[in-house]
Protein backbone atom coordinates (compact mmCIF):
# COMPACT_ATOMS: atom_id res chain seq x y z
CA UNK A 1 0.00 0.00 0.00
CA UNK A 2 1.62 3.23 -1.57
CA UNK A 3 1.21 6.44 1.15
CA UNK A 4 -1.61 7.89 -0.95
CA UNK A 5 -3.82 4.59 -0.31
CA UNK A 6 -2.68 5.16 3.44
CA UNK A 7 -3.39 8.82 3.98
CA UNK A 8 -6.85 8.81 2.12
CA UNK A 9 -8.89 7.15 5.41
CA UNK A 10 -7.20 9.97 7.74
CA UNK A 11 -8.00 12.35 4.93
CA UNK A 12 -11.94 11.14 5.19
CA UNK A 13 -12.00 10.81 9.04
CA UNK A 14 -10.47 14.27 8.95
CA UNK A 15 -12.61 15.79 6.76
CA UNK A 16 -16.14 13.65 8.43
CA UNK A 17 -14.85 15.02 11.95
CA UNK A 18 -14.44 18.31 10.59
CA UNK A 19 -17.80 18.61 8.93
CA UNK A 20 -19.37 17.14 12.17
CA UNK A 21 -17.79 19.95 14.49
CA UNK A 22 -19.07 22.50 11.95
CA UNK A 23 -22.71 21.51 12.29
CA UNK A 24 -22.71 20.69 15.70
CA UNK A 25 -21.39 24.74 16.54
CA UNK A 26 -23.53 26.71 13.90
CA UNK A 27 -26.70 24.45 15.18
CA UNK A 28 -25.51 26.01 18.92
CA UNK A 29 -24.47 29.20 17.67
CA UNK A 30 -28.17 29.28 15.48
CA UNK A 31 -30.56 27.69 18.15
CA UNK A 32 -28.73 29.02 21.58
CA UNK A 33 -30.31 32.00 23.28
CA UNK A 34 -27.65 35.07 24.27
CA UNK A 35 -25.78 34.93 27.50
CA UNK A 36 -25.42 37.41 29.58
CA UNK A 37 -22.49 38.63 28.28
CA UNK A 38 -22.55 38.33 24.69
CA UNK A 39 -24.80 41.34 24.39
CA UNK A 40 -22.32 43.40 26.36
CA UNK A 41 -19.31 41.79 24.25
CA UNK A 42 -20.89 42.71 20.95
CA UNK A 43 -22.20 46.02 21.81
CA UNK A 44 -18.02 46.70 22.99
CA UNK A 45 -17.02 45.83 19.39
CA UNK A 46 -20.21 47.92 17.63
CA UNK A 47 -18.88 51.17 19.38
CA UNK A 48 -14.90 50.51 18.92
CA UNK A 49 -15.98 50.21 15.26
CA UNK A 50 -18.47 53.11 14.98
CA UNK A 51 -16.93 55.64 17.49
CA UNK A 52 -13.50 54.05 18.60
CA UNK A 53 -14.77 54.26 22.07
CA UNK A 54 -13.43 51.94 24.19
CA UNK A 55 -15.38 52.52 27.36
CA UNK A 56 -17.79 49.82 26.80
CA UNK A 57 -16.90 46.45 28.23
CA UNK A 58 -13.22 47.95 29.21
CA UNK A 59 -12.19 44.71 30.75
CA UNK A 60 -11.32 42.59 28.41
CA UNK A 61 -8.83 42.77 24.97
CA UNK A 62 -11.17 44.43 22.17
CA UNK A 63 -9.66 42.31 19.09
CA UNK A 64 -12.29 39.05 19.78
CA UNK A 65 -15.33 41.78 20.35
CA UNK A 66 -14.08 43.47 17.20
CA UNK A 67 -13.49 40.67 15.42
CA UNK A 68 -17.12 39.28 16.15
CA UNK A 69 -19.04 42.39 15.86
CA UNK A 70 -17.36 42.97 12.39
CA UNK A 71 -20.11 41.41 10.29
CA UNK A 72 -22.98 43.00 12.13
CA UNK A 73 -21.65 46.20 11.55
CA UNK A 74 -20.76 45.51 8.01
CA UNK A 75 -24.22 43.89 6.65
CA UNK A 76 -26.51 45.35 9.07
CA UNK A 77 -25.22 48.35 11.33
CA UNK A 78 -27.18 48.77 14.06
CA UNK A 79 -28.69 51.55 15.43
CA UNK A 80 -26.71 53.67 18.00
CA UNK A 81 -26.94 56.44 20.72
CA UNK A 82 -27.51 59.46 18.58
CA UNK A 83 -29.97 58.12 16.13
CA UNK A 84 -33.66 59.07 16.50
CA UNK A 85 -36.48 56.75 17.62
CA UNK A 86 -38.43 55.72 19.89
CA UNK A 87 -35.57 54.27 22.48
CA UNK A 88 -32.91 56.73 21.29
CA UNK A 89 -33.40 58.77 24.71
CA UNK A 90 -32.82 55.75 26.85
CA UNK A 91 -29.75 54.43 25.09
CA UNK A 92 -28.11 58.00 25.16
CA UNK A 93 -28.58 57.63 29.31
CA UNK A 94 -26.95 54.43 29.19
CA UNK A 95 -24.46 55.27 26.51
CA UNK A 96 -23.34 58.36 29.37
CA UNK A 97 -23.70 56.19 32.52
CA UNK A 98 -21.38 53.47 29.48
CA UNK A 99 -24.19 50.52 31.21
CA UNK A 100 -22.82 47.75 29.27
CA UNK A 101 -25.39 45.27 30.45
CA UNK A 102 -28.47 47.19 29.04
CA UNK A 103 -26.57 49.14 26.45
CA UNK A 104 -25.43 45.80 24.69
CA UNK A 105 -29.62 44.45 25.13
CA UNK A 106 -30.95 47.28 23.50
CA UNK A 107 -28.10 48.79 21.16
CA UNK A 108 -28.72 46.42 18.19
CA UNK A 109 -31.55 47.32 16.06
CA UNK A 110 -33.01 49.62 18.82
CA UNK A 111 -35.69 47.16 19.60
CA UNK A 112 -35.86 47.34 23.13
CA UNK A 113 -34.74 43.27 23.17
CA UNK A 114 -31.95 41.62 21.99
CA UNK A 115 -32.37 40.67 18.37
CA UNK A 116 -30.68 37.23 17.77
CA UNK A 117 -30.40 38.23 14.61
CA UNK A 118 -27.67 40.22 15.45
CA UNK A 119 -26.01 37.59 17.07
CA UNK A 120 -25.32 34.87 14.71
CA UNK A 121 -23.59 36.27 12.37
CA UNK A 122 -21.19 37.00 14.98
CA UNK A 123 -21.06 33.71 16.49
CA UNK A 124 -19.72 32.44 13.57
CA UNK A 125 -16.57 34.53 13.64
CA UNK A 126 -16.07 33.02 17.11
CA UNK A 127 -16.85 29.53 15.25
CA UNK A 128 -13.90 29.75 13.20
CA UNK A 129 -11.66 31.63 16.47
CA UNK A 130 -12.44 28.20 18.19
CA UNK A 131 -11.43 26.02 15.30
CA UNK A 132 -8.39 27.70 14.83
CA UNK A 133 -6.88 26.07 17.49
CA UNK A 134 -6.89 23.00 16.43
CA UNK A 135 -4.03 23.86 14.09
CA UNK A 136 -1.59 24.11 16.53
CA UNK A 137 -2.54 21.34 18.66
CA UNK A 138 -2.38 18.86 15.70
CA UNK A 139 1.05 20.74 14.88
CA UNK A 140 2.12 20.25 18.43
CA UNK A 141 1.57 16.61 19.28
CA UNK A 142 2.67 15.68 15.76
CA UNK A 143 6.16 16.85 16.55
CA UNK A 144 5.60 15.43 20.02
CA UNK A 145 4.36 12.04 18.63
CA UNK A 146 2.98 11.50 14.93
CA UNK A 147 0.63 12.59 12.68
CA UNK A 148 -2.03 10.31 13.79
CA UNK A 149 -1.50 11.85 17.74
CA UNK A 150 -1.72 15.25 16.03
CA UNK A 151 -5.36 14.34 14.56
CA UNK A 152 -6.27 12.47 17.98
CA UNK A 153 -5.34 15.62 20.53
CA UNK A 154 -6.97 17.97 17.56
CA UNK A 155 -10.34 16.04 17.86
CA UNK A 156 -9.98 15.50 21.54
CA UNK A 157 -9.98 19.63 22.17
CA UNK A 158 -12.43 20.15 19.23
CA UNK A 159 -15.34 17.69 20.78
CA UNK A 160 -14.41 18.54 24.54
CA UNK A 161 -18.24 19.65 25.36
CA UNK A 162 -17.22 22.60 27.00
CA UNK A 163 -15.02 23.48 24.26
CA UNK A 164 -17.40 23.40 21.75
CA UNK A 165 -20.35 24.50 23.36
CA UNK A 166 -18.10 27.98 24.14
CA UNK A 167 -17.09 27.58 20.66
CA UNK A 168 -20.74 28.90 19.60
CA UNK A 169 -20.15 32.30 21.87
CA UNK A 170 -19.16 35.19 21.92
CA UNK A 171 -17.54 35.34 24.83
CA UNK A 172 -13.48 35.35 25.84
CA UNK A 173 -13.04 31.48 26.99
CA UNK A 174 -12.40 29.39 23.72
CA UNK A 175 -10.47 32.67 21.84
CA UNK A 176 -7.71 32.55 25.01
CA UNK A 177 -7.38 28.78 24.85
CA UNK A 178 -6.90 29.10 21.40
CA UNK A 179 -4.17 32.16 22.31
CA UNK A 180 -2.55 30.32 24.08
CA UNK A 181 -2.25 27.32 21.78
CA UNK A 182 -1.11 29.53 18.75
CA UNK A 183 1.56 30.84 21.50
CA UNK A 184 2.96 27.31 22.56
CA UNK A 185 3.14 25.97 19.11
CA UNK A 186 5.11 29.23 18.15
CA UNK A 187 7.63 29.05 21.17
CA UNK A 188 7.96 24.93 20.66
CA UNK A 189 8.94 26.20 17.39
CA UNK A 190 11.27 29.21 18.01
CA UNK A 191 12.90 27.15 20.07
CA UNK A 192 13.41 23.98 17.92
CA UNK A 193 14.83 26.50 15.09
CA UNK A 194 15.61 29.97 16.18
CA UNK A 195 15.59 31.34 13.45
CA UNK A 196 14.00 35.02 12.81
CA UNK A 197 10.95 33.50 10.81
CA UNK A 198 10.11 31.46 13.65
CA UNK A 199 11.24 34.13 16.01
CA UNK A 200 8.41 36.44 13.89
CA UNK A 201 6.38 34.33 14.46
CA UNK A 202 5.90 33.72 17.81
CA UNK A 203 6.14 37.62 18.25
CA UNK A 204 3.05 37.74 16.01
CA UNK A 205 1.60 35.18 17.98
Known sequence: MN?????????????TLTLLWFVI???CARTWSPTTDEPVHLAGGLTILEYGDF???PPHPPLVKVLCALPVYLLDRPVFHDED????????????NTNPP???????????????GHLFPARLVAILIGFSAAIPVFLLARDFS???????????????PEYLGHSALV??????????????????RWWRRPRTDNLVIFVAG
Open 3 to 15: TSTRALPAAIAAT
Open 25 to 27: AIW
Open 55 to 57: RIN
Open 85 to 96: GPFSEFLTEHWV
Open 102 to 116: VYGLLLPGNAGAYDP
Open 146 to 160: SPRGGFIAAALLLFY
Open 171 to 188: TYDVPLAAACAWIAWSSW
